[in-house]
């Protein structure tokens, strides 16, 4: 069953969550899969996959492309 961050795959966005020690932290990835739990995704700041908890995601932005 798709999850609410399914929508996102293939995009970068902006999260702002929860880390496992209860620290806001916001980071800028992109989400290569997501499913009602887990959001997988390249992280721009760890220059690296990583795995999110989508429960401890508080907010989402989808990034702007810029034309130029």
């Known amino acids: 069953?798709?999850?609410?961050f399914q929508r996102?795959?293939?995009?970068?966005v902006d999260i702002i969550y929860l880390d496992?020690?209860?620290?806001?932290?916001q980071r800028r990835i992109r989400v290569?899969?997501?499913?009602?739990?887990?959001?997988?995704?390249y992280c721009w700041?760890?220059?690296?996959?990583?795995?999110?908890?989508s429960d401890n995601?508080?907010?989402v932005m989808p990034v702007k492309k810029h034309v130029g």
């Open 8 to 12: 996102y795959v293939g995009k970068t």
């Open 45 to 53: 700041e760890r220059k690296g996959p990583r795995c999110f908890k």
């Open 20 to 25: 496992h020690a209860n620290h806001l932290s």
């Open 57 to 59: 995601v508080l907010a």
């Open 32 to 41: 290569l899969s997501a499913d009602r739990q887990i959001i997988s995704a």
């Open 1 to 4: 069953m798709p999850g609410p």
